[in-house]
């Protein structure tokens, strides 16, 4: 009687018996070609080293940044995302739009070395301004839209210029994305795309970067600008308003607790869809493994493929080397 009752049963089991077969049905992989590593490049060779906060991360001089983008662009990692760290800031975040800017001269020295390496640049102000928010502020203190916009189109002019392949505005000021487009193709620059920080929520999760970037805002948070958490319709309203402006890519961050939100933008839109793993995701994993709490390459294959479960089509993460390194280019 449970004889025959079991053979009629379905068994999913038979298709996870062995290793080819698991990979034989599987429904999702990572490809180290969808995976972008970010970079911290410092201005001055004295704000170079390692970051506490971040094991196993750095911030690189720009002939570093040259020499680990080689590294990475063999093991099959081919995007990089640049963070600049400025020798010195202000009010109006003036050392962003340097045509010689730490970015501007690390992208030029990335695309001259490895001109198929698809250079990304983050664009905001808040390693630029000296009390860290990422716009300019008005006279009550509070940041300013508009002028802040004003500020980010100059400055995406000048990455487009020193070679950036995609400019990614990551300060969540409304019409960035449009007043940016303008500006790029004002100048000749219709070929620069435009990865949009569409869905950027207000984390505690950032922490580290805060302390690998020297962004932390010196007075207040950023929750008047970015998004708040608990809310997904709200992310759908973004993305839709950065598509209709010219946004090429759209991004939701972070990453691992959002993903809902990867799923609901998945479904509703069809432009290519990034997320972003952030510092505190990273440092999290890192501090579980290297106290012997979870195994950290598992932990990492498992994420990974999660993102791409989710609906993911661009996946950017200071795991991206590590994950090149074990899984090699295919
Ligand atoms: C700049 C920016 C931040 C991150 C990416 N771009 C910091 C912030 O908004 O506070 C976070 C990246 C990370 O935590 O890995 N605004």
Known sequence: MIQTRLRQTMRPRRLRRTSALRALVREHRVDPSQLVQPLFVAERDADAGPIASMPGIARHTVAGAVQ??????????????????????????SRNYDPNGVVQNAARAIKTAYPHVVVIADLCNCEYTDHGHCGVLDASGDVDNDATVEILARTAVTYARAGVDVVAPSDMMDGRVRAIREALD????????????????????????????DSAPQFGDRRTYQMDPPNVREALREIALDVDEGADVVMIKPALAYLDVVRAARDRFDVPIAVYSVSGEYSMLKAAAQNGWIDEQRAVDETLSCFARAGADVIITYFAKDFAARHGAR
């Open 68 to 93: 680990e983008t080689g590294v990475l662009a063999a093991l099959g990692i081919h995007g990089v995302l640049l963070f600049g760290i400025p020798e010195s800031k202000d009010a109006l975040a």
């Open 186 to 213: 004002g100048e000749g620059f219709e070929q620069t795309a435009l990865m949009a920080y569409s869905a950027k929520y207000a984390s505690a999760f950032y922490g580290p970067f805060r302390e690998a970037a």
